[in-house]
């Protein structure tokens, strides 16, 4: 743990967790935000901020985006900081306070009363960074241990990424490409993405894990779906019949068991959660860690 500039950076989850039950809250908190930063990006991590902050790299950044707020929309905190969010989580895992908790962020217009924003350091949209485990492991304990602390459960009513809603601060319950303000915190996040079906598939239920075991479920092994249509999903393992619903493209789903060899087909299938089922064929579908 490392104070400087009023804020502090938090060198394992442990100290987090320390810090946060210590914590007194005295307005109401029922929304947790999920963003990433976007710009700063890995690249800016690796090239930039090691150059200018040397290994003070997480209070060097979160610093300077507290003189950004401050000259860009002069909200402060009532405690002397203007940064937009309350925790940033970096790609090291490390995570820094921002805003005091007791103030309202600059999130999500129309969602920020009685919320806590935090920001991931990157850029996840596709094709851009590739998450570490480390950060993954913090933005999971991280979300439970706020759950914990407020008494939220893991589901879209209290915990919500920004793309599922518009710039006028529309609810839209989901990201759409031609609707959403933006696609943060990125159409790749944590290699699941940011649709409302990734979130309930994936997101939720590890830090709904991380709040029961105390721990991120680094062996959970998913389905990806690399095609360009939506696949099938299946209640049984049959290709025949029982469609249920579908995996779009880039989405990913928890594999429990297989391929396994299926009646009637060359083609095998994995069997994921709630008992349901999708094609192995590898022309659709990528195993992935998370
Ligand atoms: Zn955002």
Known sequence: MKKEFNFIRFDN?????????????????????????????????????????????????????????KNKWHFSDNHGHFIAQHFNIFP????????????????????????????????????????????KESIIALYALLCKKFNLKANSKYIRPHCWFTSSGRYLGDFSLSKSAKTCPGTNFMDFGNSRSAFEKNFYPLIENYMKNKTYKSTTKMVKNISKENLNIRSSPSFTNNIITTLKPGDSLTYIDGPLTIKNSTTKMYKCKNNTYITANPHYTKIIEI
């Not at 810090?19 to 947790?32: A, D, E, F, Y």
């Not at 995570?95 to 005091?100: F, L, M, N, S, V």
């Not at 969602?111 to 950060?135: P, R």
């Open 92 to 135: 090291n895992g490390k995570i820094t306070t921002g805003r005091d908790l007791n103030s309202r962020p600059i999130g999500i217009t129309n969602w920020n009363e009685g919320a806590i924003c935090v920001e991931i350091y990157g850029n996840f949209d596709l094709k851009k960074d590739k998450m570490t485990k480390e950060q």
């Open 13 to 69: 989850i442990e100290e987090f967790e320390t810090w946060l039950k210590n914590k007194k809250i005295t307005r109401k908190i029922n929304k947790l935000q999920v963003h990433h930063m976007y710009l700063p990006d890995y690249n800016t991590w690796k090239n930039v901020d090691k150059k200018v902050y040397g290994d003070n790299r997480e209070l060097g950044r979160t610093k300077s985006l507290d003189d950004y707020g």
